[in-house]
Structure formats: structure tokens, C-alpha cells
């Protein structure tokens, strides 16, 4: 019964198979790890502002496309073809760096808030814990699109 619901690594699953099938069964993880960075980044205020700027962007930007890939995967609008599985590599490696890219600031960023202050005040002190947990789940969607990227380049070999 199991082996009904395995797909080839050659060949883009549609519909409800994006939720059953490698690498595509990553799609949910990084919608919601990467929200949760966007909410967490967005209810803080933290300087520079720079940095943050860079993980918001981010954050969105890898939100909405990833969104949209998942709708054109839900929909078959690939059709099997061999160009959408590398533009699916390629996708995961672009959001795999740029979240690598925002991760790391937002790190030093968060870093430097402890070193900084005395983190004497409530407010300062919950904006200090939020940016610790935009950093984890930072690392955390980071990760995931990296073996999403992997996985889709297996695929991608073997189409």
C-alpha cells in the first residue's frame, strides 16, 4: 500500500503528491518557519535598522515565492518538465543563501543588543528574546532549504 504513494526522483509531483513526495514535502516547514521569522523580525525594534531590513526582505521574499512555487506545483502548471526541476534547484539554492545571507547579521545584530545593554528595561529584555527566536527559526528555514536544495538537485540529475 505504501508503494502506491512513491514517486520517481524523475519525474515533479502535482496536487497532493507535493505533500507525500522528497524534496517537496520541505514546502510547508519553510512556509512556516520562514512567517514565524517575519512576525518575529517585524515585532521588534532593534538598531541598525539595516540588518533587520535585509532579514525582512528576506523573509518576505522567500515567503511569497515560495507560496507561488507551491501553487504552481499544486496546480501540475510544470507539466513535468525538465527545465522546472532546475529552476526548482536553482529557487531552493538562491533562498538557502539568502537566508544564510540574513541569518548571520541577524545574529551579530542580536548578539550585539546583549553585549550593549543592560537589558534592564521589560522592553528591551522581551526584544532581546524575540530576536533569539528569530535567529533559531532564521537557522532553522536556512537548513531546510538547504536540504530542499539538495534533494531537488538529486532530482534534478536524475530527471
Known amino acids: 500500500m505504501a508503494a502506491a504513494t512513491v514517486q520517481t526522483m524523475g519525474s515533479l509531483p502535482s496536487g497532493i503528491g507535493i505533500c507525500t513526495t522528497v524534496p ?4 510547508l516547514p519553510e512556509l512556516i518557519f520562514g512567517g514565524l521569522v517575519w512576525i518575529l523580525v ?3 525594534h532593534v538598531t541598525p535598522d539595516n540588518p533587520q531590513g535585509w532579514v525582512m526582505f528576506v523573509s518576505v521574499f522567500c ?3 515560495t507560496l507561488l512555487w507551491l501553487i504552481v506545483f499544486a496546480c501540475g502548471g510544470h507539466k513535468n518538465r525538465s527545465g522546472w526541476a532546475t ?14 545571507s540574513a541569518s548571520v547579521p ?8 546583549r553585549n550593549n545593554t543592560t537589558l534592564a528595561s521589560d522592553v ?8 533569539i527566536a528569530a535567529v533559531v527559526f532564521s537557522y532553522v528555514v536556512s537548513l531546510l532549504y538547504f536540504i530542499h536544495c539538495v534533494l531537488s538537485a538529486i532530482r534534478w540529475k536524475n530527471f
Do not use: E
Open 106 to 113: 541577524l545574529a551579530t545584530v542580536t548578539l550585539n543588543i
Open 42 to 44: 517585524a515585532s521588534t
Open 24 to 27: 517537496d514535502i520541505f514546502y
Open 124 to 131: 528591551s529584555f522581551r526584544y532581546y528574546q524575540i530576536d
Open 87 to 100: 529552476a526548482d534547484f536553482v529557487y531552493h539554492l538562491v533562498a538557502a543563501l539568502f537566508y544564510l
Open 63 to 65: 515567503f511569497v515565492m
